[in-house]
Nanobody
């Protein structure tokens, strides 16, 4: 499966963005899906993940209450709604698919999109 992330951009502190991740070459409904991010000079970190049906999610602590992951399987698309953005949210955001439809204690991506840059300025 191929993944294409989009929706990044520049936004001011407190603003919102919605990232999208469109799949091709396979049905995303077979996979648990997630988002990671990598800030300049830092390691990639987990942001959020969702099971194949969209009925169960998990979030990193920094994302709870501000970010919402969702999916539209008929459209083969994953989303990340980000609200109340902060400068520390500045990073390249990557979507990923896991070769399993459900979530375990650790979400690891088996297929990756190319990343989309989010810049939050004050």
């Amino acid at each position: 499966v191929q993944l294409q992330a989009s929706g990044g951009g520049s936004v001011q502190v407190g603003g919102s963005l919605r990232l999208s991740c469109e799949g091709s070459g396979g049905a995303l409904s077979s996979y648990a899906m997630g988002w990671f991010r990598q800030a300049p000079g830092k390691e990639r970190e987990f942001v959020a993940a969702v099971v194949w049906s969209g009925t169960m999610t998990k979030y990193a602590d920094f994302a709870k209450g501000r970010f919402a992951i969702s999916r539209d399987n008929p459209k083969n698309t994953l989303y990340l709604q980000m609200n109340n953005l902060k400068p520390e949210d500045t990073a390249v955001y990557y979507c990923a698919a896991q070769n399993h439809p459900y979530l375990s204690s650790t979400f690891t991506g088996d297929y990756w999109g190319q990343g989309t840059l989010v810049t939050v300025s004050s």
